[in-house]
Nanobody, 121 residues
Framework: QVQLVESGGGLVQAGGSLRLSCAAS????????IAWLRQAPGQEREFVAA????????RYEDSVKGRFTISRDNAKNAVYLQMKSLKPEDTAVYYC??????????????WGQGTQVTVSS
């Protein structure tokens, strides 16, 4: 069983930066793809970024391309999300999760509790 814990959220002004961390425990995540997703108030949860097991392949939602960078350190059993040039519309609770590819598409499992990111204008 994998437990994921997010941290690093906070309040930042527009244009600022934050670095989110996703720390895993229970077992190694070095063989898993990991994704960051977010949920703003009154909205559905949406995909933000994902990284494959080795860190060699990354994917981003269009609105964060060029501003967010996902990375991982398998030795530390952790995944990170560096966020720059933050906008008020990035305000949300950010979650990390294990990403699994199935015949029905990508699914997400072992969710963390989330970390709040608030961007003021």
């Amino acid at each position: 069983q994998v437990q994921l814990v997010e941290s690093g959220g906070g309040l930042v002004q527009a244009g600022g930066s934050l670095r989110l961390s996703c720390a895993a425990s229970g077992r190694t995540i070095s063989s898993y793809a990991i994704a960051w997703l977010r949920q703003a108030p009154g909205q559905e949860r949406e995909f933000v970024a994902a990284i494959n097991w080795s860190g060699g392949t990354t994917r981003y939602e269009d609105s964060v391309k060029g501003r967010f960078t996902i990375s991982r350190d398998n030795a530390k059993n952790a995944v990170y999300l560096q966020m720059k040039s933050l906008k008020p519309e990035d305000t949300a609770v950010y979650y990390c999760a294990v990403e699994v590819s199935t015949t029905r598409g990508r699914q997400y499992d072992y969710w963390g509790q989330g970390t709040q990111v608030t961007v003021s204008s």
